[in-house]
């Protein structure tokens, strides 16, 4: 399997540009998640869909961040406008949750390392 | 709610000695899974281990292993015979059936040769 594909892998953009950040989870996983990691603040969860559907987003920092999934192999989180204080590394991870005793294993991306300056 | 400790922020050691790192979690679920992720300074998120809340078996892999222990609360990881490469941060997490990955705030080893 190609595993969680993230894109772009670095990404340096201007404070007020929109940024849109990409996920392809693994094929027949029923759950994703994004991730935000700085230095800061560790690793948060930002949302997670099941089964396309978003499940809690309470974890977005504020309405400049959105994020879609728009069917089972595809993901964006999008950053609009975008500040400097939203440099951070963003990963992308999805689940399945429907294989029994060898599921529930959760694949991360190789992360999207965005610089706002 | 979830929640996961991991005690020590950074250790080091020198190379060959064994090292274990510490974790502690809470959840009312029954039905949970514990894994460690390794991230190593090329930063992605490496998964090493997966284990369900019902196989309290400890488990070997090469030079690293895991102690699951229900009744302490616990999920140890152990590097024996550590090696430069193992330098990294390591993330023990833990997820239920309908709740998402809840980190621990990860541990800094550093292997000095």
């Known amino acids: 399997d190609a595993g969680v594909i993230q894109s772009p892998r670095h990404e340096v953009t201007e404070m007020g540009q929109e940024v849109t950040l990409r996920c392809k989870p693994i094929?027949?996983?029923?759950?994703l998640f994004w991730y935000r990691q700085t230095m800061m603040r560790g690793l948060e969860l930002l949302i997670y869909?099941?089964?396309?559907?978003?499940?809690?987003d309470s974890g977005m920092p504020e309405d400049r961040f959105s994020a879609k999934m728009p069917n089972a192999s595809f993901s964006t989180l999008k950053i609009q406008p975008s500040e400097p204080r939203d440099s951070a590394v963003y990963f992308c991870?999805?689940?399945?949750?429907?294989?029994?005793?060898?599921?529930?294993?959760?694949?991360f991306g190789e992360g999207s390392w965005l610089t706002v300056v | 709610a979830q929640k996961v400790t991991q005690a020590q922020t950074e250790i080091s050691v020198v190379e060959k000695e064994d090292v274990t790192l510490d974790c502690v979690y809470e959840?009312?679920?029954?039905?949970?899974?514990l894994f460690w992720y390794k991230q190593p300074p090329s930063g992605e998120l490496v998964f090493l281990i997966r284990?369900?809340?019902?196989?309290?078996q400890n488990e070997i892999s090469g030079r690293y292993s895991w102690n699951f222990q229900k009744s302490t609360s616990s999920f140890n990881f152990t590097i024996t015979a550590s090696q430069v490469v193992d330098s990294a941060v390591y993330f023990c997490a833990l997820v239920t059936l309908n709740t998402p990955l809840v980190f621990g705030k990860g541990t800094r080893l550093s292997v000095i040769a």
């Open positions: 284990r369900n809340s019902f196989d309290e």
């Open positions: 991870a999805s689940r399945n949750t429907t294989g029994g005793l060898s599921g529930n294993t959760i694949y």
């Open positions: 959840t009312r679920d029954t039905t949970y899974y």
């Open positions: 869909f099941n089964n396309n559907v978003p499940i809690d």
């Open positions: 094929s027949g996983h029923d759950y």
